[in-house]
Nanobody, 120 residues
Framework: QVQLVESGGGLVQPGGSLRLSCAASGSDFRLDTMGWYRQAPGKEREVVATITNSDSTIYADSVKGRFTISRDNAKKTVYLQMNSLKPEDTAVYYC??????????????WGQGTQVTVSS
């Protein structure tokens, strides 16, 4: 099992910025698609952004132009730069990865979640 440790959440004013990080650890694995999801109170978990191992990205319409996902394969880390934050971005943000081991692919792992609160 790949373990994910997230950091970077917190309280920020509207219009502010935060950078989330998610580091993967374990043995004998190759990271495939990495991504960020979020879940607001009373709502279902939704995808925010994903990035493949060839750096192809997809963003939710609600965050396009404000959020940027990136990855550092050497550090086995995925980042989410969040700018121009809005109160509706308030949620618990979860890191998610798909990974492979030897010839087997399709394994997944979730982070524990980090709270992002946008409020004045």
């Amino acid at each position: 099992q790949v373990q994910l440790v997230e950091s970077g959440g917190g309280l920020v004013q509207p219009g502010g910025s935060l950078r989330l990080s998610c580091a993967a650890s374990g043995s004998d694995f190759r990271l495939d698609t990495m991504g960020w999801y979020r879940q607001a109170p009373g709502k279902e978990r939704e995808v925010v952004a994903t990035i493949t191992n060839s750096d192809s990205t997809i963003y939710a319409d609600s965050v396009k132009g404000r959020f940027t996902i990136s990855r550092d394969n050497a550090k086995k880390t995925v980042y989410l730069q969040m700018n121009s934050l809005k109160p509706e971005d308030t949620a618990v943000y979860y890191c998610h990865v798909r990974y492979s081991r030897t010839i087997f692919s399709g394994f997944t792992s979730w982070g524990q979640g980090t709270q992002v609160t946008v409020s004045s």
